[in-house]
């Protein structure tokens, strides 16, 4: 238990590491997936295609791959990504980019077929349509599970430990060799991260129950 | 819902339309062809960054390659997530029974654990199986994905529970089934079957995150990629790469497959309850209010 | 375009070179007399009944299998390929304590034990004993009994041979210094070299591209790990002297002194008669010196 107090800079460190990679992660991936649902739902068949693809693919490979792909092979390619902190975004934010796009597409197609219907019979616009009916549910029934997927980021950017990052388990990590593997090493790594999965956990389930009432 | 937010396109924008998708393609492949040329540039298509999948050099056999990637790499990555898989299931249904019980502070235990472990990083706990508690890799890797998934799955249960109508519970209470003989026998068998969909789609997650057994040590199939690559040198890293991304993708999609035939063939049965599998990884509509954080 | 060539050119006269020591274990009995246990009876202690009873070697003798823990992913120590078989230093060291044994090379089973898992391996009785670039240390002693040692490695420095500005620890300031996650040379480089940029990944051999493509500048571990990388590329120099001491023991359990001391007596032997020489040019010597054996360190609890 002391060892976490004396050490209580270097977990500061690491969860400020953590919090970085989340933050700039999330907000690429938010866009990127913003992209790719419009994509998905584009009246242009290949496009769609390409945007299905895209998702599929990155939904149904391991982030750790992901990682692989950036750290090991990218460089045959003569790609060089600065290693570290900025290889991990661009692999978390195109991981989590397919699920903001897959939540955000499901937001979209959840609102109501007869609700489009009935805004299109009362002389309503495509855009208007979008903007004025669809959209605005859409966002609601968005949110939680954007929410959700926001938290699957912030522990998903622990994978980076293994990637030349020195985040909260990377942290952990240290301290554990440096301490002979004393089990509160990780239990204060643990009580890091629920500090933010927690409360973003019930923020979800909140908005979720208030946007069910709401239908 | 994208059909009925414009009209039904007359034979001009038909026509525009496939004009503009024709376009559409033709860029993109034209990208991929120019991404394609660059790769070649750089060699990276040259038989000698290849031959390690038919003739590998430092004597060894194509045989032995294979073998190695897909027998034993594959082998430990199947082997763990069969191992964690079942253990995930039986602690998530005793967990999802147990937040059932009527007295709010036998339920506190219950919700904490829930609640702790899937706020827990996969990895995370990984590392406190091999570091803190002392287990071999495999150990390690098995103990991470059972705690992470036994909450989720507790989650999933849960959920498709709270989602049957309250005329089940009622209708077996009223035929005399005491409250275990009711979920055993009334509420469970639907609950599972809803939400069969949604576990098959944990299933997929489970074995995806099988692969953080790379970072803890555990010889599973990335690793056996990454060993290849260091043994033959890292030029053969691109068509290793190929072969363990093809191998994740070929077994992560058939399993999404089999969960999204699950889902059609379930949902038109439970017809009454609607899509509550909306956490599914196949879902096409929002999760409704009782939906798991699903795990990207 | 010209690297890539001298690379193949190496690596296939690596493969060659590999190939000839693998026919030479094979084929020529002169240099693996361990796998024939009765070339090495002089002593006697190849006879399952010339061990005290009760003892760990009458029960891996009578047994006739042992099972050892060793790295797979080391170059020179114990480095596994597509085929499963492990070679190296380290591997052969093991083979030579099994055929004092009586055990043949076949009948060992080769463990992989990670850096992380050496300690926990031994005490569950997972394995035998551990060859695995293992550097006694007094932490370690708390867990487990040390034989050896039987070779004295050092951390070092892995660079790009093209660059002059790092020769020693003391010009790693404000370098990037690529190493493994939680590993003994990392905790060295945070604690005695704080200017250091360390930058950490799973396994060593992830550092080399990164190497190659000036993302870090130096990559630092024990000099006979760096000295395999060096071998098979020849871009990449181990720079300096070594700068800390590892002297390579072999695991056993804690309490088996009687095991480890016997241990200890085959090392001996094997450094007096040439085996342990002859194990080391076959394997590590291909690229390093052969070094003097070191003295074995009989300590007590």
């Known amino acids: ?215 | 819902m994208t059909s009925v937010l414009y009209d039904a396109p007359g034979p001009v924008t038909r026509r525009r339309e496939r004009i503009g998708s024709v376009v559409g393609a033709v860029v993109v492949l034209a990208l991929a062809f120019l991404a394609l040329r660059y790769a070649a540039g750089r060699g990276v298509f040259q038989a000698d960054h290849w031959d390690v999948l038919h003739n590998p050099p430092k004597g060894q056999s194509a045989a032995d390659v294979w073998r190695s990637i897909l027998v034993r790499g594959l082998g430990a990555t199947l082997r763990a997530a069969a191992v964690a898989a079942p253990l995930a299931l039986v602690l998530g249904l005793v967990l999802a029974l147990w937040r059932t019980t009527r007295l709010r502070w036998l339920r506190v235990p219950a919700v904490a654990v829930v609640e702790v472990f899937r706020g827990l990083p996969v990895l995370l706990m990984m590392l406190v199986g091999t570091l803190a508690l002392g287990m071999d890799p495999f150990g390690g890797v098995v103990f991470g994905l059972v705690v992470y998934n036994m909450a989720i799955f507790a989650e999933i249960l849960r959920a498709g529970l709270a989602a049957l109508p309250k005329g089940q519970a009622e209708a077996a209470s009223a035929i005399g089934l005491s409250r275990w003989q009711s979920l055993r026998h009334v509420l469970l068998p639907q609950a599972v079957r809803m939400m069969l969909p949604s576990l098959v789609a944990q299933l997929v997650v489970l074995l995806k995150d099988s692969s953080l057994g790379f970072i803890v040590s555990y010889p599973e199939l990335l690793k056996a990629i990454q060993n290849n690559g260091q043994y033959f040198g890292n030029r053969y890293f691109v068509a290793l790469f190929v072969v363990g991304a093809g191998t994740y993708l070929a077994v992560n999609l058939s399993l999404s497959a089999f969960a999204r035939w699950l889902s059609r063939r379930t949902g038109a049965r439970a017809g009454a309850v609607g899509d509550p599998a909306g956490l599914a990884l196949v879902a096409s509509r929002p999760s409704r209010r009782r939906a798991t954080r699903a795990r990207p | 375009m010209s690297r890539r060539r001298t690379g193949a050119v190496l690596l296939a006269t690596a493969a060659l070179a590999v190939a000839g020591c693998q026919a030479d274990a094979e084929d020529d009995p002169a240099p693996a007399p361990e796998a024939d246990g009765t070339a090495t009876t002089d002593d006697g202690e190849s006879d399952p009944g010339a061990f005290p009873e009760g003892s760990t070697m009458a029960r891996l003798a009578e047994e006739g299998s042992i099972t050892i823990g060793t790295k797979f992913d080391q170059p020179l120590f114990g480095l596994v390929g597509p085929d499963g078989v492990p070679e190296g230093f380290d591997v052969e060291i093991g083979t030579l304590i099994a055929g004092e044994l009586g055990i043949a090379a076949e009948d060992i089973e080769w463990v992989e034990t990670p850096s992380q898992n050496r300690e926990t391996a031994i005490e569950n009785g997972d394995v035998d004993l551990v060859v695995a670039t293992y550097t006694i240390n007094d932490d370690r002693k708390q867990r487990v009994g040390f034989a050896g040692p039987y070779y004295e490695a050092g951390q070092s420095i892995l660079t790009l041979a093209s660059n002059e500005d790092i020769q020693g620890p003391d010009d790693l300031a404000g370098a990037r210094v690529c190493t493994v996650s939680g590993s003994t040379p990392e905790q060295n480089l945070l604690e005695n070299y704080p200017e250091v940029e360390v930058v950490p990944f799973g396994t060593y051999s992830e550092c080399l591209e990164p190497l190659r493509n000036g993302q870090v500048d130096a990559v630092s571990t024990d000099n006979v790990i760096l000295a395999g990388f060096a071998a098979e590329n020849d871009d990449l120099e181990v720079r300096g002297e070594p700068f800390t001491q590892e002297p390579y023991g072999i695991g056993v359990a804690k309490d088996d002194v009687e095991f480890r001391m016997w241990i200890n007596d085959v090392l001996e032997d094997l450094f007096a008669d040439g085996r342990w020489t002859q194990a080391w040019e076959s394997t590590a010597g291909t690229v390093l010196p052969t070094p003097e054996p070191p003295a074995v360190d009989r300590y007590e609890d």
Do not use: H
């Open chain 1, 1 to 215: 238990m002391d060892l976490i107090v004396d050490n209580a800079s270097t977990y500061l460190d690491g969860f400020a590491v953590t919090a970085r990679l989340t933050a700039y992660s999330a907000v690429a991936a938010l866009a990127v997936g913003l992209v790719m649902a419009a994509l998905r739902i584009a009246p242009l068949r290949s496009l769609r295609v390409v945007a299905a693809a895209y998702v599929e693919v990155l939904r149904n490979t391991p982030l750790t791959l992901v990682f692989f792909f950036m750290v090991l092979v990218a460089p045959q390619f003569g790609i060089l990504p600065p290693l570290g902190f900025w290889t991990a975004v661009a692999c978390l934010a195109l991981y989590t980019s397919a699920f903001v796009a897959e939540a955000v597409r499901s937001g979209i197609n959840g609102v109501g077929v007869g609700q489009a219907e009935a805004a299109r019979s009362i002389g309503l616009t495509f855009g208007q349509v979008l903007r004025e009916v669809v959209l605005p549910q859409a966002v609601r029934s968005t949110v939680p599970p954007l929410i959700n997927v926001l938290i699957a980021l912030t522990k998903n950017t622990s994978v980076a430990a293994g990637f030349a990052v020195v985040e909260l388990v990377g942290t952990g990590r240290r301290l554990s060799t440096a301490n002979a593997g004393d089990p509160w090493v990780l239990v204060g790594v643990a009580v890091c991260y629920l500090v933010i999965t927690i409360p973003m956990g019930l923020l979800a389930t909140s908005l979720e129950r208030r946007v069910a009432f709401a239908r």
